[in-house]
């Protein structure tokens, strides 16, 4: 029963390239989450989303920016993809009083 | 914003023996503590959660404390098992939805 589902599990792309990572889900949850994890730093918030067209800054959104024209989806994209980006990239969703996230599977990204 | 520390960052327990991860929070502010646990190539998934109110709460083998005053609150697995093997995350957040995560503990249960 897989709740929120991100399009690709491994990703390699080339230094430079533009790069969407996509996550879908269907709970009809308001808010959305990108974070990557990396060893020794946890998970650290890039973008979130609390609504259709709305998108807020997490902690390292350089380099990134995000897209949510449907509520059942939010898009990551790497506008100049860098070799530091290099990481596993999770998606997570939750509605307001529901407290936990349901994450995704995880993209592991990886530019050479 | 939030800033979450976790220690220690890798803890190896006998079977059968106790675990407990400690995390500190900054933002007194922060009102709902969740812990997630990442089995080697799955997902983050919540195993236990607490709020404000509440100073302890037990699920089985898991339990969770939290000491406002201090701003600290700690994950005590007792009776470890071989699947309780897995990364374990804290977090904390002040509006129920923005996470702030520590670095993550890794716990091996040596059979």
């Known amino acids: 029963d897989v709740k929120v589902t991100q399009s690709s599990r491994y990703l390699v792309k080339r230094t430079g390239e533009k790069v969407f990572l996509e996550c879908v889900q269907d709970m009809d949850h308001e808010n959305m989450f990108w974070y990557r994890q990396d060893p020794g730093l946890g998970l650290r918030l890039i973008y979130f989303s609390y609504d259709v067209k709305m998108k807020e800054k997490g902690d390292i959104p350089e380099g990134y920016s995000v897209s949510r024209e449907k509520k059942e989806r939010f898009s990551l994209i790497l506008e100049s993809a860098s070799t530091n980006q290099t990481s596993m990239y999770l998606c997570?969703?939750?509605?307001?009083?529901?407290?936990?996230?349901?994450f995704g599977s995880g993209t592991r990204l990886t530019v050479v | 914003g939030e800033n979450v520390e976790q220690h220690p960052s890798t803890l190896s327990v006998q079977e059968g023996d106790s675990a407990v991860i400690k995390c500190t929070y900054s933002d007194s502010a922060s009102n709902y503590f969740p812990w997630y646990k990442q089995e080697l190539g799955k997902r983050p998934q919540l195993i236990i959660d607490?709020?404000?109110?509440?100073g302890e709460k037990k699920d089985q083998r898991i339990a969770v404390t939290l000491n406002k005053t201090a701003k600290h609150f700690s994950l005590h697995i007792t009776e470890t098992q071989p699947e309780d093997s897995a990364v374990y995350f804290c977090a904390a957040s002040r509006n129920d939805y923005k996470l702030s995560f520590g670095a993550g503990t890794t716990v091996t249960v040596r059979a």
């Open positions: 997570a969703s939750t509605t307001p009083g529901r407290g936990g996230y349901t």
């Open positions: 607490i709020r404000s109110n509440v």
